[in-house]
T-cell receptor
Framework: EAGVTQFPSHSVIEKGQTVTLRCDPI?????LYWYRRVMGKEIKFLLH????????ESGMPNNRFLAERTGGTYSTLKVQPAELEDSGVYFC??????????????FGPGTRLTVT | DAKTTQPPSMDCAEGRAANLPCNHS???????VYWYRQIHSQGPQYIIH???NNETNEMASLIITEDRKSSTLILPHATLRDTAVYYC??????????????FGTGTRLQVTL
């Protein structure tokens, strides 16, 4: 079974540019999460999708960040315009639906974003 | 979710058991204890979780004290590949808005020859 995949693995952009990160969850997982670790800080929750709906977006830092999950499959996280403080590693995780009782989150390898 | 306290770092000799402690003195009755780890440059990896009873799987054992105020993750035979940051996370539920994970600073486990 394929795990959570993320693309790209690394992105370097200039301040003010736009970047879109993609996450493909494990097939059949209804729950999809985005987290990030900025330099020297702890891993922080950004938001949670259940299928295509945003369940919790309390961790989104500001309106420069837009997450989508059209059709309830893969998700994208767009940063527009990027700022220096957005640099860090962005992780995606997925878990099965509640009805199965299996809700451990499986993480992807992350996308390292560098804003210069 | 309850706050957890872990030692910042620990060392363990390869082949020996690694015992990683976690304090969660404010845990509520419906909160689970989860353990994840992050090996350098990889995404966090689920290890084990429990509510009240001790748990064991192919990776580790989780010992939760009777009062649930602390727990210990045990890696029975640590290998160099177990070198990672280990996170103890207390979470109220698997569902809805309570399902997000709140990571602390964790314990950096160094397994040595």
């Amino acid at each position: 079974e394929a795990g959570v995949t993320q693309f790209p693995s690394h992105s370097v952009i200039e301040k003010g540019q736009t970047v879109t990160l993609r996450c493909d969850p494990i097939s059949g997982h209804d729950n999809l999460y985005w987290y990030r670790r900025v330099m020297g800080k702890e891993i922080k929750f950004l938001l949670h999708f259940v299928k295509e709906s945003k369940q919790d977006e309390s961790g989104m830092p500001n309106n420069r960040f837009l997450a989508e999950r059209t059709g309830g499959t893969y998700s994208t996280l767009k940063v527009q315009p990027a700022e220096l403080e957005d640099s860090g590693v962005y992780f995606c995780a997925s878990s099965q639906g509640d009805r199965t009782g299996k809700n451990e989150q499986y993480f992807g390898p992350g996308t390292r974003l560098t804003v210069t | 979710d309850a706050k957890t306290t872990q030692p910042p770092s620990m060392d363990c000799a390869e082949g020996r058991a690694a015992n990683l402690p976690c304090n969660h003195s404010t845990i509520s009755g419906n909160e689970y204890v989860y353990w994840y780890r992050q090996i350098h440059s990889q995404g966090p990896q689920y290890i084990i979780h429990g509510l009240k009873n001790n748990e064991t799987n192919e990776m580790a054992s989780l010992i939760i004290t009777e009062d649930r105020k602390s727990s210990t993750l045990i890696l029975p035979h640590a290998t160099l590949r177990d070198t990672a940051v280990y996170y103890c996370i207390v979470r109220r539920s698997n569902t809805g808005t309570a399902s997000k994970l709140t990571f602390g600073t964790g314990t950096r486990l160094q397994v040595t020859l």
